[in-house]
């Protein structure tokens, strides 16, 4: 059974970590969760972002947030990368594979993946 | 929306967004009927946003101009031959401000659709607002998922509910409780 003991554990050898991860946060990725979000699927998006970053030990530099309609309901789920050098990157029609693919990809490999942004859809 | 647990997610964030500090949700299951309350200490609404409530037409956002959250939780209540209620007191009107949104179902209407991933919903709303006291409560004919974020904060101390190592934890705490209710 998981008990409330077994988070005391986790706590302890995270504590340090989180002091670091304040300090720092240079890449901002951010989900949109509103209504058209949601009905569109932007929550394994989420999901797999969240769980993306951690996985590739990534925690320190990157922080996965969520926000409302940013008003263009029709191109959801919606992301967006914001990072220190480039200018903010909008990922259109998102899905958690495509997720996996820009952690891989755009934050661990800094380069954008042009064909799931909105400049591509607009073309 | 074609997981319930969705228009779970979408309904709460509206309290989210309403600056509470605490927010129960709460799903009652018999035989026969779904009943699911929201229910926080947020700003609430004023006498104006109420009566435009169920108006998708209205809504409070400047990015577009519909807001179908609770339309949407309204027609699928009365598509499956339940109903939707709401109460709400405005902070400027009362020191007892906040909002309840309670919708009742038929589950076993043809129209009513899956419950869906409610542990993506819980671990989705913690991610986005790690400080929120979010209490669960999910009963069935079988016994009852709970969750409180308060006493889980408790123990964790300075360190945040959002981050992924709890987030995960948490799921599987959800997991193994809705597991044991299945087994019964």
């Known amino acids: 059974m998981k008990s409330l003991e077994e988070l005391k554990a986790i706590k302890a050898q995270m504590q340090n970590k989180v002091v670091l991860r304040k300090a720092s946060g240079e890449t901002r990725i951010v989900v949109g969760m509103a209504t058209c979000g949601i009905a569109a699927g932007a929550r394994p998006v989420l999901n797999a972002f969240v769980e993306g970053v951690a996985e590739a030990g990534l925690g320190e530099n990157v922080i996965v947030t969520q926000t409302g309609c940013i008003g263009i309901c029709q191109y959801e789920p919606v992301v967006e990368v914001y990072t220190k050098d480039e200018e903010k990157v909008t990922y259109v029609k998102m899905t958690a594979e495509r997720a996996k693919e820009v952690i891989e990809k755009h934050i661990k490999g800094g380069k954008p993946i042009a064909e799931y942004t909105i400049g591509a859809l607009k073309k | ?184």
């Not at chain 2, 129960?24 to 004023?46: S, Y």
């Not at chain 2, 009365?78 to 009362?94: A, D, Q, R, V």
């Open chain 2, 1 to 184: 929306m074609d997981e319930f647990s969705l228009y779970v997610l979408d309904i709460t964030m509206n309290s989210v967004r309403a600056g509470a500090d605490k927010i129960n949700i709460e799903l009652i299951e018999d035989d026969e009927w779904l009943l699911f309350t929201v229910r926080d200490d947020g700003c609430g609404m004023t006498k104006e946003q109420l009566a435009n409530l169920e108006n998708p037409f209205f809504t409070t956002r400047t990015t577009r101009k519909v807001g179908l959250g609770i339309p949407f939780l309204k027609m699928l209540a009365e598509m499956t031959g339940g109903e939707l209620s709401i109460t709400s007191s405005h902070i400027s009107e009362s020191e007892e401000h906040g909002t309840v949104i309670f919708a009742k179902f038929g589950k076993n209407h043809i129209d009513f659709i899956p419950l869906g991933d409610m542990i993506g919903t819980l671990k989705t709303l913690i991610q986005g607002a790690p400080d929120i006291d979010f209490v669960y409560r999910h009963k069935t004919e079988n016994g009852e998922v709970t969750l409180s974020c308060a006493e889980i904060r408790e123990v964790l101390g300075d360190v945040s509910l959002g981050e992924p190592e709890i987030l995960a934890w948490i799921g599987d705490y959800l997991l193994e409780q809705y597991e044991g209710l299945n087994n019964n």
